[in-house]
């Protein structure tokens, strides 16, 4: 069932702000490993699907429905199986469990997805606590591991994101993300506002780990060069519809659309 299921399923979903869709129709799947990139001007829709995948939204039309894992109690050998969850009608703590063990989020502004104040290795360590890890040493090991792995020196491992570059936090953000091994991560324009160089980096640092994780990612960006760097399909958003998708390298070497051909121009004159 895993090889032939895709992990996130989006069928005709929508949005609505009162009496106004934010988004409509959305439709595609995500398969393990894949990184979708979502662009589209200000205004069309990308926060408000992305929100909407990740439950923070409500869903007001259509369905969406994503594919578990779950440790087998007997059974089968790899102790591993799978189930199809309805997004909607899932409880709050199954949605709280998702968040713990399958999902992360790397938010735009650092501060909304670290704590500023606790140590970087505290925040790296917390999701790991969440899943029941107690031994301290060994959470201190995994969260400079990890904190090694996103390049962040190991002398500031017990200070603060507080005191750290931009670029910094959201190397400690991404680290917090992945600690815990999820399977689908959700990226809202995380290199937006940071130097060019910094956000080449972080970039890279991203697109390596990704592929190395083999994670699934939903990135939120306006910009059409992250979604060539790091993105295998791309889905073009206006006015709170998808106008285009396909393969990333399709969609910007030969844009159909005519919103996405102005797009594509418009980076190629700027
Ligand atoms: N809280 C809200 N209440 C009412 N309308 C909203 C709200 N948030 C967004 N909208 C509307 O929904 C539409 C899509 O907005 P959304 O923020 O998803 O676009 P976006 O592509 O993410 O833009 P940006 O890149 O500026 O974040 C817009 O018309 C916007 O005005």
């Not at 069309?44 to 439950?55: E, H, P, R, W």
């Not at 309805?86 to 790397?106: H, P």
């Amino acid at each position: 069932m895993n090889n032939e299921t895709p992990l996130l399923s989006v069928t005709g979903a929508g949005h609505r702000y009162g009496d106004r869709f934010g988004c409509r129709d959305v439709n595609f799947d995500l398969w393990p490993g894949e990184v979708l990139a979502v662009v589209g001007e200000s205004g069309s829709g990308k926060s408000t699907l992305l929100g909407m995948l990740s439950q923070r939204l409500t869903l007001d039309e259509g369905s969406i429905s994503y594919l578990t894992t779950r440790e087998s109690s007997a059974g089968r050998e790899d102790g591993t199986e799978f189930e199809l969850l309805d997004l909607a009608t899932l409880s709050e703590r199954e949605v709280r469990r998702l968040w713990r063990t399958e999902w992360g989020f790397v938010h735009q502004n650092a501060a909304e997805g670290l704590r500023m104040h606790v140590s970087a290795g505290g925040n790296v360590g917390e999701p790991l606590m969440a899943n029941g890890w107690r031994n301290y040493s060994k959470i201190r090991s995994e969260a400079e591991m990890w904190l090694r792995r996103v390049e962040i020196p190991s002398d500031r491992i017990d200070d603060a994101p507080a005191t750290f570059s931009g670029g910094m936090r959201q190397r400690v953000q991404i680290a917090r993300n992945l600690v815990f091994g999820p399977r689908l991560v959700f990226m809202d324009e995380p290199t937006s506002g940071l130097d060019v160089s910094v956000q080449a980096r972080l970039l890279d640092l991203i697109r390596q780990l990704v592929a190395e994780l083999g994670l699934a990612v939903v990135i939120v960006t306006h910009d059409l060069a992250v979604a060539r760097l790091i993105s295998h399909r791309t889905l073009v958003m206006k006015d709170g519809a998808v106008i285009e998708s396909g393969l990333t390298d399709r969609v910007l070497d030969d844009p159909q659309a005519p919103y996405t051909q102005l797009l594509v121009s418009s980076i190629l004159q700027g």
